[in-house]
């Protein structure tokens, strides 16, 4: 969810994205303890833990490792080395800890971090294991519009219905993140609904009963048609 990969130990800034290996129960707990104090101490306006999840991709530092996402907003601006010594986190272990990825939407952030997919628990709530504050709103939900939204370099080639059918068949081959990373703008308006759409019938194909029909029997002269 952010375009930064790393930045130096004092760099500064109020909105931080991290991610936080924790292969046991004790280091999590530490983890959550830490930002559960930082937070009665007011320094958060917005904090999300996203639920414990499992690396997907071979190519990163967190293939196949237990982890979570936060999302952290501060009052105040403060420092990666702060960060990494209140909260505790032992870099040995594997983390990333960058500024907000500006370009994308604060709801999308959100929803990344709380996503279904990769999560170890598939009960909804086991999802966010901390959520306290006010996230804030995206453009186009009661803020004044600064600029344009920008549209990713494959929509821009691509034509709305081409682009519903790409997130479609991401989504249906479980990668509703790599959908949202290509298609931002797009996936907010639609990728509820898309979903919605790949469970039903997913529903249907293992054999659900979906069909909103009623079909009534009996006799003549029994009241079928009242």
């Given amino acids: 969810m952010s375009g930064v990969k790393s930045v130096a130990y004092n760099h500064e800034d109020r909105q931080w994205d991290a ?3 924790v292969q046991d129960e004790g280091y999590l707990q530490s983890i959550l303890d830490n930002i559960v104090l930082e937070n009665a101490r007011g320094k958060f306006k917005y904090i999300l833990v996203g639920g414990v999840e499992i690396g997907t991709r071979p190519n990163q530092t967190d293939y196949q490792v237990k982890h979570v996402h936060v999302a952290a ?14 909260w505790d986190i032992v870099e040995g272990n594997g983390y990333y ?28 709530k086991d999802w966010i294991l901390f959520e306290e504050g006010q996230l804030p709103k995206d ?14 370099e494959s ?8 682009v519903i059918i790409d ?23 639609y990728g509820e609904r898309i979903k919605n759409m790949v469970h039903q019938k997913k529903k249907a194909f293992f054999g659900k009963h979906t069909d909103p029909h009623l079909y009534l029997y009996g006799y003549p002269g029994t009241g079928k048609t009242t």
Wanted: charged share 35%; glycine share 6%; net charge positive.
């Fill in 19 to 21: 991610r936080i290996n």
């Fill in 73 to 86: 907003i501060f009052h105040n601006r403060c420092s990666k080395a702060s960060i990494i010594k209140n």
């Fill in 97 to 124: 800890l960058v500024p907000r990825n500006r370009d994308l939407p604060y709801q999308g952030w959100k929803d990344h971090h709380s996503k279904e997919f990769s999560k170890v628990s598939s009960e909804p």
């Fill in 139 to 152: 453009q186009g939900q009661g803020v004044k519009r600064k600029g344009p939204v920008l549209r990713s």
């Fill in 167 to 189: 997130m479609r068949r991401l989504i249906e081959e479980g990668k509703p993140e790599e959908a949202f990373n290509l298609y931002p703008r797009n996936f907010m308006i």
């Fill in 155 to 162: 929509q821009k080639k691509m034509k709305t219905d081409d």
